[in-house]
């Protein structure tokens, strides 16, 4: 996967309801035809007129077709004022399809972009980038036979180069010391994006740190490996590092959630007439009943916030670190019919004991700011779990 791929968060936190693809009640529909508004209602007629004026006088080139009707869907979304209702088109929906699966077809390299905007790959180990002979510094000049301009981000080129999974993608790379451009074809590869990483502690060796990065579809499953290979190491207490999540799934929080809760809430769910549900405790297996500390910051949001704030309410951890990000609503993610999508807020959360995460975020027992490369939040997690006293 593209490492700066893995490094974004989510839209500065992000947590849906993934009914579209993976839901178990099945796609999400638009609405019915019957409550669509007619275009040709005179509430439109101001909308009409400027689409003419433009298409008449506008000196230039016209934009498509679509990309009027883009940008026309994103300002309505934008009327709304809520910044998670929003219109994302075919290219960045299908990245959230696959970063939110854990995987994707790619060619497993890395890529950065240096001072003048050239795209500098990096193969993994044994990847097919790697394969191929994609060489640690080799400029991509091409992807498909399509020239990249400098301008392009790293994320619109991760969008050209990932594709099925079997198939192969023509890349054009210029390397150093060689004077003609190399064209290179790679066969895309199921590339595995782990949202779960897990140690046992140096300094620490009775204690356990697992960071979870994002919400995923295999996030708990990953928790599940992450705790029995600690345990198999002996380990006695516990340190969840939420620090840098923007959110994900939220099944994948409340299964997450549950591994350390044998009963009871883990969420609620309020809606705009005022309606709630009753997120519960799933069947999940169990982890052992270590003493725990969860760090957080202030992009800690969305699911991770759903999970610290269950176990803070709970009495199962500890929250050190400081204040956290506060995005607590629920977006339902509906896909339209040429692979772009709506995103619209339907709800917010609350925690078990009714806070209120939306705009508020969730308070540390102890607030650490990361202010130095020692990471003082980490240091004085161990401190807590090897000194002193947590649920």
Known sequence: MILATLLLVFFAGYAARWLVSNGAAGPTTPPAASAQVDAQAPEFGLFWEAWDILQRDFYGDQPASQSRTYGAI?????????PYTRFVEPEPRQREREDLSGA????GAWISADEAGNKVLEPMP?????????????LLTAVAGQPLDPA??????????????????????QRPGVAEPLVIPVVRERIETPSVE????????????????????RTAEELDRALDELGQQGVASLIVDLRHNGGGLLQASIDVASR???????????????????????SARRAPNWPMVILVDGATASAS????????????AQLLGEQTFGKGSVQLVYDLSDSSSVHV???????????????????????????????????????????????
């Open 260 to 282: 350390f809760l044998s009963d009871g809430v883990v969420l609620y769910e309020r809606r705009n007439d005022g309606q709630e549900q009753v997120y519960r405790v799933t």
């Open 152 to 173: 392009l981000s790293v994320d619109e080129v991760v969008a050209l180069i990932r594709g099925p999974i079997g198939e192969a993608v023509e890349l054009t790379v």
């Open 104 to 107: 994707f077809g790619g060619i």
């Open 74 to 82: 994103t300002g309505l979304t934008q009327a709304y004022g809520d």
């Open 345 to 391: 807020t339907v709800a917010h959360w609350i925690t078990p004991n009714g806070h209120e995460i939306n705009g508020v975020g969730l308070t540390p027992e102890q607030i650490v700011p990361h202010e130095d490369e020692r990471d003082a939040p980490l240091q004085e997690a161990i401190r807590t779990l090897t000194e002193g006293s947590t649920p």
């Open 305 to 316: 916030e759903i999970v610290a704030g269950a176990l803070q309410d709970r009495g199962r």
């Open 198 to 217: 897990w140690r046992v502690l140096e300094e620490a060796p009775q204690v356990g740190y697992i960071a979870i990065r994002q919400f995923t579809e």
């Open 126 to 138: 044994g990847r097919p980038a790697e394969k191929a002979g994609i060489l640690k510094g080799d």
